[in-house]
């Protein structure tokens, strides 16, 4: 299904485009944000050099420290009394990043996500269970805005609530979710425990993302709740959600809504434009944004661009599914780490679950990495203590078992990975659930 010709239309169609709305954006912030004006004067560009798309590589980039340094507005090019509505980054590392919404940005992204939620295979017709937060964080208004969009129901329950969640799956007939994958395996972990079969429920399909996920995830999800899981890529800087998505039928790459949303793939250590089909960081010019336009964003998200078609009609650029950040990069002992490359991993053993985290520590001058991953409930006990408690504590068992699964994770991750770490087996439910991004390491050593 095809929510708006664009996505369909010609290479040459989309560059005309493309050359329009860039040029407009880079007259409009030289013209209304003083920032931008002086970024681009010291760079040595005015809005009449750009003349192809080729010159998006004259102008600078933006990080995020500029969104902070600039923090609340300054990087807001539309006049205050046009904003109408504010999203912000939950600032757990300072301050946050604000980003300001004008009518016609929020009819933009209501449009892209419209695009999305059709392309995973949502319809007017479906019932859409709204998981994911409500609030500054920009996931839960914007697929909201997008199940409005194309007329789909929406249950706008946010996220918590496990139980509750399930219940409305129920009786409610959900037949589309839009949440994270974490929190999606925590409903299933609760709902197993409440005699739930999800399969039987009429659950169709899925809308993930908000955190990094992996294939082998994708096909847990799709066992447990015997539904389609369509991959959705966005960033609180850019719009929020809504800048890309798999379609339904392929899965296997994500649309870039690029008639907004401009991608380049460049060297995350020279800055170097690199050719379509290299893998790099993800950098993106927003044109056609009014509340805060940003050029050339550094996403510091890892993945490559590809013009290969698709079955399901779109000619829009893809970009493949995301293998790493490069601020979540570890270098242990002189390797290259990614702490989701255990994803995978522990996904392919028996008697764990995919809740995990990922421990550095350094002892003396020695980095060490220690993985807790959850176990499954038949490897968890409560002890009890016979006179006046039971202990609701659960302690995982020391058997034969475990010990096979713990060394099979230990010998698995450094064949793959390249590295030695020490596998730690948790009782179920003894690592933190996030209805948001899920943390998936803590590095401890000494900045």
Request: include cysteine; charged fraction near 25%.
């Amino acid at each position: 299904m095809i929510w708006n010709k664009v996505e369909t239309c010609s290479r040459s169609e989309m560059q005309s485009i493309q050359l329009d709305r860039l040029q407009k954006t880079v007259s409009y912030v030289y013209e209304h944000n003083q920032v931008y004006k002086k970024k681009l004067q010291e760079a040595g560009v005015k809005p009449s050099d750009i003349k192809s798309l080729d010159d998006i590589r004259r102008l600078p980039f933006t990080v995020k420290d500029d969104l902070r340094d600039n923090y609340p507005f300054k990087l807001f090019s539309a006049a205050p009394e046009d904003i109408i509505e504010y999203h912000a980054t939950s600032g757990t590392t300072g301050k946050p990043i604000v980003v300001g919404y004008t009518r016609t940005d929020i009819e933009t992204w209501s449009e892209v996500m419209a695009r999305c939620l059709t392309a995973s295979g949502i319809t007017k017709a479906d019932v859409l269970q709204n998981i994911y937060g409500y609030g500054l964080f920009t996931g839960g208004i914007g697929a909201h805005y997008g199940g409005l969009k194309i007329g789909a129901g929406v249950i706008p329950i946010s996220g918590g609530n496990t139980q509750k969640q399930i219940m409305l799956m129920q009786d409610f007939g959900t037949t589309a979710l839009t949440v994270t994958p974490s929190f999606l395996m925590h409903i299933h972990e609760v709902g197993i425990e409440m005699g739930v079969d999800f399969k039987k429920l009429n659950l169709r399909t899925a809308v993930l993302g908000a955190e990094f996920w992996t294939e082998s995830m994708r096909d847990k999800i799709q066992e447990c709740f015997g539904l389609k899981a369509c991959d959705i890529y966005g960033l609180t800087e850019i719009t929020g959600p809504g800048v890309a998505c798999e379609c339904h039928e392929a899965r296997n790459g994500l649309h870039v809504n690029e008639d907004f949303f401009f991608p380049e793939i460049i060297n995350p250590d020279t800055g170097e434009s690199l050719p379509v089909g290299d893998e790099g960081e993800l950098v993106f010019t927003t044109i056609g944004k009014e509340g805060q336009p940003l050029l050339r964003y550094r996403t510091r998200d890892i993945t490559s661009l590809s013009l290969e078609p698709c079955i399901c009609g779109r000619t829009l650029i893809k970009m493949k599914k995301l293998t790493g950040r490069t601020d979540d990069l570890l270098i242990i002992r002189g390797v290259n780490f990614f702490p989701s490359q255990i994803e995978s991993i522990i996904l392919k053993h028996r008697g764990v679950t995919p809740n995990y985290l990922v421990v550095v520590n350094r002892n003396g001058t020695l980095d060490e990495v220690e993985v807790k991953i959850e176990v499954e409930a038949q490897y968890a006990y409560k002890p009890t203590i016979e006179v006046f408690e039971v202990s609701t504590h659960l302690f995982v068992t020391d058997d034969v078992d475990t010990r096979d699964i713990k060394k099979g994770l230990e010998r698995d991750i450094k064949n793959v990975v390249g590295i030695t770490v020490t596998v730690t087996l948790v009782a179920p439910g003894s690592i933190p659930r996030s209805e948001g991004k899920a943390k998936r390491y803590i590095d401890n050593r000494p900045k």
